[in-house]
């Protein structure tokens, strides 16, 4: 029993400083940017990620409504309709 927890342990250790290689070992190491947001590719298209863009979009939509007109502009197109 104790040494299949060791051998466990060893390996998940082992694993772990794998998977962390350039973090641990390399200066000024850090995550790699898999962001879709991050590849220069998909901001030269203008190309976001879902969250970003939806953020984006309502800020904008925001901007554009006049509420102090709106109800107005509900019953002239009510009127029209």
């Known amino acids: 029993m104790f040494y299949t927890l060791l051998i466990t342990l060893l390996i ?15 200066k000024s190491g850090k995550f790699p940017n898999i962001h879709i947001g991050g590849s ?12 970003t863009q ?6 904008n939509f925001h901007k ?3 509420v102090s007109n709106l109800l107005t ?3 002239e197109q009510l009127k029209n309709e």
């Open 73 to 75: 502009e509900i019953s």
């Open 64 to 66: 554009g409504i006049d």
């Open 54 to 59: 939806d953020k984006e979009a309502q800020r």
């Open 12 to 26: 998940v250790l082992l694993s772990v400083l794998l998977l962390g290689f350039r973090i641990f070992f390399i």
């Open 40 to 51: 220069k590719a998909l901001q030269q298209r203008g190309i976001g990620c879902a969250t």
